[in-house]
């Protein structure tokens, strides 16, 4: 967040709100010289003004100083301004964690609605963030549970791309939906098999999620957590998806294991029934490979090179 400002006084007034000193706010706001919606700019280059649009009311409530956020809000500051990028007061506070004020602004009518430029709400970024007091907080207002950003995320896939295993089941005990993918059709049971977390993707498992369904480029949850080498979400994902990962164009998990390098992952995939044979169109494996201990010497051997 910028606080630069042209003028000496307002500058005056987004430091104090910075700093948590609401009684010399107070005094710089009853001075009548300054409006309590001042907002700053910064000078560039190609514009010799650009208006960011940061209140002080949102960078007190950036900086967790609930009685700042007080003092501006009955000094008749808008609670529900947006700055050039679409964050509110709440956003800033959802951003941040800060549960107490987030509490104060719902209480003084500040819109759980409104979103940023690329879609982000406070729900959203509180998720992607992990702060399970202030989604609960959001979600007790009944804000939409759903809303995806520009790209298609929701508050669920950022939950899961985080690894914030209680703020998801709060989002599906809210009515989240497991299916809903990005615009590139990675689902947050994809996202979170890719960034092994086995507790998301078993929690995405028991509500229902799909552990078959491909983005746009093919590959399945289980294919993507084979080549990554997560053995245990594989294991998971193995309880759900009978198909082992085979692909369109006759890629299986088990070649992205093998590509991986997982002995682990390898072996566990075998011993669930892949088969070592099974040849990839397109990325050329031993042609010997007929028995599944060979597959497992030839993986030992390739580690031990690479350790030497």
């Given at each position: 967040?910028?606080f630069?400002?042209e003028?000496?006084?307002a500058?005056a ?6 700093k948590g000193?609401v009684?010399l ?5 009853n001075s009548?010289?300054?409006?309590a ?8 280059m190609n514009?010799?003004?650009q208006q960011?649009?940061?209140t002080a009311?949102?960078?007190a ?6 009685d700042?956020v ?7 500051a ?5 700055r050039?990028?679409?964050a509110?007061a709440?956003?800033?506070a959802?951003?941040?964690g ?10 003084y ?9 690329d879609?982000a709400t406070?729900?959203?970024?509180a998720?992607?963030?992990?702060h399970i007091?202030v989604?609960?907080?959001l ?9 995806q ?5 929701s508050?669920?896939f950022?939950?899961a791309?985080?690894?914030?295993l209680?703020?998801?089941h709060?989002?599906?005990a809210s009515?989240a939906?497991t299916?809903q ?6 689902t947050p049971l994809?996202?979170?098999?890719q960034m092994?977390h ?14 078959d369904?491909?983005r ?9 957590a084979a080549?990554?080498g997560f053995t245990?979400?594989v ?8 198909s082992?990962?085979i692909?369109?164009n006759?890629?299986t ?11 682990g992952?390898v ?5 669930s029934?892949a ?5 990839n169109?397109?990325e050329?494996?031993p ?5 599944n201990?060979?597959l497992?010497?030839q993986?030992?051997s390739?580690?031990?090179?690479a350790?030497?």
């Open positions: 967040m910028s630069k400002r003028m000496p006084l500058n007034v987004f430091w104090t709100a910075r000193n009684t706010l107070r005094l710089l706001l009548g010289r300054m409006d919606d001042c907002r700053d700019s910064v000078w560039s514009a010799c003004q960011l649009g940061t009311l949102m960078v409530s950036y900086c967790n100083h609930k700042c007080r003092e501006l809000i009955l000094q008749g808008n609670i529900n301004i947006q050039e990028s679409g509110t709440l956003y800033f959802a951003q941040q800060n549960d107490a004020v987030v509490k104060f602004l719902l209480e009518g500040a819109s759980t609605e409104l979103s940023t430029k879609g406070p729900l959203s970024i998720s992607q963030y992990g007091n989604v609960e907080t979600l007790n207002r009944r804000c939409n549970v759903n809303i950003l520009k790209d298609g995320a508050s669920l950022l939950a791309q985080g690894g914030h209680n703020v998801l709060m989002l599906l009515g939906k299916e993918p990005r615009q590139d059709l990675t994809w996202i979170a098999a092994g086995t507790d998301i993707v078993k929690l995405l498992l028991q509500w229902g999620a799909n552990s369904t491909p746009k480029d093919g590959s399945t949850p289980l294919f993507k080549y990554k245990e979400v294991r998971e994902l193995l309880t759900c998806s009978p082992l990962g692909l369109k006759g890629t998990a088990l070649h992205a294991a093998v590509l991986g390098g997982s002995i992952t072996r566990l995939l075998i011993d029934g088969d070592p044979s099974l040849r169109t397109t050329e494996l042609a010997d490979l007929t028995r201990d060979r497992i010497q993986l030992q390739k580690q031990r090179r350790e030497s």
